[in-house]
């Protein structure tokens, strides 16, 4: 609606612009992500489907589910135009120029489709907040937090990930769930699950609320659940939908016999707890904990400093993290946590409907959950609560002040995939910008509201300045980087692990003593 009134302008310029801000990064930096990529291009084109899960020639071999490595063989028979070289399995870490130009525009190109579904998600919009400059409207601010997001930027298009086009697909199923169309919001999610297992993080909101929704097709007067409108024919048709995805995706290995190595490669639990960067979440926290406990009982001799070993002391971010003083956590663990943390979000979706919300709410606080809680979190899946909280944000002032929170401190924790002295000004930059950005739009938005922040938010987010001074100034001019070079990451992460824990208490807060008006139960 506000997108048809003569807004599309204003889109195609917002989206022409990052895309030529994207272009402007192919040179920078890229991580040991794109070696990752360009090795899955060389196994998919060569090898028959039965050898991609078993070819172990580079050690970054495949282990994304089928439709993304079918999605390297289509790119890889476009490579092969730019440099054939890079199709060659033994190659290791080639990286010519055309080689470089092609990873990088096939990430911006792919980009295309997370552009359709930021223009979808802002169609579903409410244009309520009717505001005579297009700067302060609810769509234009969606769509710069959206196409601009800081984190999706740096991951993608210096870091190196194809996260934007599978992020596309999300934000596409969540506005097809909008729209009330069901069944398409229900294929775009089994695609994508498909393509990146880690959206089965936030699975649970999509079956629940599709259960709620489109299964039982009406409610009761006080809002609850009228149990005889249950529909056969709709569970049915769902379960058709995740049959038929799940067998064009692992059939041809269930045929081969192979699904048992394809999920082992999906899963590979023998990694450690902790990514060699903790990702600020509870374990890095419990980390922090267990170390100080290890320095104390060191200093009043209640530990035997012979019997500890030496890397759990001056590793410090090392994959196999051995606690000294705490319980050693085991997979097992993690996912019983992760399964308490998710449940109240998904007994509120069930309870307390309050439609494409109460969904988007669900849907945030099983990523958050899975991001505080999981085995080996890696750092970048914080955008996976980011992006879908900014869809909410515009729409109260109270999660317009949760995402204030989450989405600096989670950027912030960003940093240091980003190591290399030339990207120092560009994220800095690139993240000013976008928080500057975020703070003065949504602001504006709910100007008419009480302050988004409280004062100890406020100091809180402020602190994040001296920290980076400190962490890319201070530290590496004295002597303990020699003997400590941890610190930097250690501080960094547990400081934005606060931030981030606090935002997902807030968040539960605010979900669980929301009471539900009139209008919403008879929706």
């Not at 609320?209 to 006080?222: E, V």
Request: aromatic share 16%; glycine share 4%; with cysteine.
């Amino acid at each position: 609606r506000a997108m048809a009134a003569g807004g599309r302008g204003w889109f195609r310029a917002l989206a022409l612009g990052v895309s030529f801000l994207k272009c402007l990064l192919i040179p920078a930096y890229y991580s040991t992500d794109f070696e990752v990529h360009r090795n899955w291009l060389a196994i998919t084109h060569n090898l028959p489907l039965s050898q991609w899960y078993y070819e172990a020639t580079s050690e970054w071999t495949l282990d994304y589910p089928p439709f993304f490595a079918w999605f390297e063989y289509a790119l890889s028979h476009i490579a092969k135009y730019f440099d054939p070289q890079m199709l060659v399995v033994e190659n290791l870490n080639y990286a010519s120029h055309a080689t470089v130009f092609f990873q990088r525009l096939s990430v911006i190109f792919t980009d295309t489709l997370f552009i359709y579904a930021v223009h979808e998600c802002c169609r579903c919009v409410n244009g309520k907040r009717a505001a005579k400059d297009i700067l302060e409207k609810p769509t234009f601010i969606l769509a710069v937090l959206l196409l601009w997001n800081f984190g999706l930027l740096i991951v993608d298009h210096i870091h190196f990930q194809y996260n934007g086009f599978l992020f596309g697909l999300m934000l596409l199923s969540v506005a097809r769930l909008c729209q009330k169309r069901y069944l398409e919001g229900a294929l775009l999610f089994a695609v994508l699950l498909h393509f990146k297992h880690i959206y089965m993080y936030v699975a649970p909101a999509y079956g629940i609320y599709l259960l709620r929704s489109y299964c039982f097709t009406a409610n009761n007067a006080d809002g609850s659940l009228k149990w005889g409108s249950f529909s056969f024919l709709h569970v049915t048709l769902l379960g058709l939908i995740v049959c038929l995805v799940s067998a064009l995706s692992l059939g041809p290995f269930l045929v081969l016999g192979q699904l048992p190595q394809v999920i082992s490669r999906l899963f590979p639990f023998k990694r450690g707890l902790c990514h060699a960067y903790w990702a600020p979440n509870f374990w890095a926290l419990y980390n922090a904990v267990d170390k100080a406990l290890t320095i104390l009982g060191l200093k009043c001799n209640f530990l035997d400093g012979t019997k500890i070993s030496k890397a759990s002391m001056t590793g410090g971010l090392v994959q196999e993290f051995q606690h000294t003083v705490l319980p050693s956590v085991t997979p097992l663990a993690t996912l019983i946590c992760t399964f308490i943390a998710i449940l109240p979000s998904v007994f509120c979706l069930w309870f307390k409907p309050q439609g494409p919300r109460g969904f988007l709410q669900c849907l945030v606080l099983c990523a958050l959950s899975s991001f505080m809680f999981g085995w080996h979190v890696h750092e970048k899946a914080i955008l996976l609560a980011i992006l879908p909280l900014s869809l909410l944000s515009i729409q109260r002032a109270k999660d317009a002040g949760i995402y204030l929170i989450l989405a600096t401190t989670g950027h912030f924790s960003l940093f240091p995939l980003l190591f290399t002295p030339p990207e120092l000004p560009i994220k800095i930059l690139l993240m000013l910008l976008f928080t500057v950005y975020s703070f003065s739009s949504l602001k504006s938005l709910f100007r008419r509201e009480k302050p988004l922040l409280n004062w100890l938010e406020t100091i809180y987010l402020i602190q994040l300045v001296p920290l980076e001074i400190f962490c890319e100034i201070i530290f590496p001019l004295t002597p303990w980087k020699w003997h400590f070079p941890f610190v930097p990451l250690l501080l960094t992460s547990v400081y934005c692990a606060l931030g981030i824990t606090y935002a997902w208490l807030k968040l539960y807060v605010s979900v669980l003593t929301e009471r539900i008006s009139v209008r919403q139960k008879a929706e």
